[in-house]
């Protein structure tokens, strides 16, 4: 048996085992990314409503900055976090540098430019009437809104499990923000980095296969949700 099938079959009896450290990082790897994404969704939500459906200067640029923004490496925005995070920094103060709040930051970021331009993209496929009849018919905006939100919500959904596919995998931000702390601060991607680089491959892979599964359940979520979307259309 060669080295990799023993990884493999090492990696499969430490998730089925219930290895406490390797359920600890998963735990916290989720929790944080989780955290983001219901931070990030709201305001990304009304952000890419309004540029969908109100004409005001500068919408253009608006859009095209966050389309910019969501090629912006998660190394880039780890390091700016890092500069205005450490003591040196603007918000040294707060003394959130290589904590779970820093990494959740981190991933707001990283995931806020993408929520906003894919659920602007629904928005904007979405029949305007719904939005203008709701009105009409004296339903409170707030109240529209959400009938909008509805009308279009498997393009959301999308937009979300995107969003929390970005942050999950992501590791330049984590790294620099988190500090890779066994117990605090771990999470799934820099401890694969981590473990792989001192030959410890067996954790590695496990983690890699909780990623893979994780990947697969979220598209096959995606995809029962659409079809069942085209069935009722």
């Known amino acids: 048996m060669n080295d990799l099938s023993q990884a493999s079959i090492n990696a499969f009896q430490l998730l089925i085992s219930g290895n406490s450290d390797i359920w600890e990082i998963i735990s916290l790897s989720f929790g944080v990314s989780f955290s983001a994404i219901l931070i990030a969704t709201p305001p990304a ?39 205005m995070l450490s003591r040196s920094g603007p ?24 929520l906003v331009a894919m659920a602007h993209a629904s928005f904007q496929a979405a029949d305007r009437r719904a939005w203008e009849t ?9 109240r529209a809104f959400f009938t909008l939100i509805y009308e279009v919500r498997f393009g959301l959904i999308a937009a979300i499990v995107a969003g929390f596919g970005r942050v999950i995998a992501e590791i330049g931000c984590s790294m620099m923000v988190g500090g890779n702390i ?14 792989t680089s001192k030959g410890e491959f ?22 029962i949700f659409q079809g069942k979307g085209e069935l009722r259309s």
Request: net charge positive; with cysteine.
């Open 91 to 114: 918000l040294g103060d707060l003394k959130l540098l290589f904590t779970q709040q820093a990494m959740i930051i981190g991933q707001i970021l990283l995931c806020f430019p993408l």
């Open 202 to 223: 067996a954790q590695g892979i496990a983690l890699g296969m909780v990623l893979l599964v994780l990947s697969l359940s979220l598209n096959a979520g995606v995809s």
């Open 182 to 195: 066994l117990h605090a601060t771990r999470n799934i991607p820099t401890a694969i980095a981590l473990e």
């Open 134 to 142: 709701a009105i009409t018919l004296g339903a409170k905006p707030w």
């Open 45 to 83: 939500l009304v952000i890419a409503f309004f540029l969908a459906f109100f004409q005001f200067r500068l919408r253009r640029a608006c859009i095209a900055l966050f389309n910019t923004f969501m090629s912006v490496p998660a190394v880039i925005i780890g390091l700016t976090l890092y500069l």
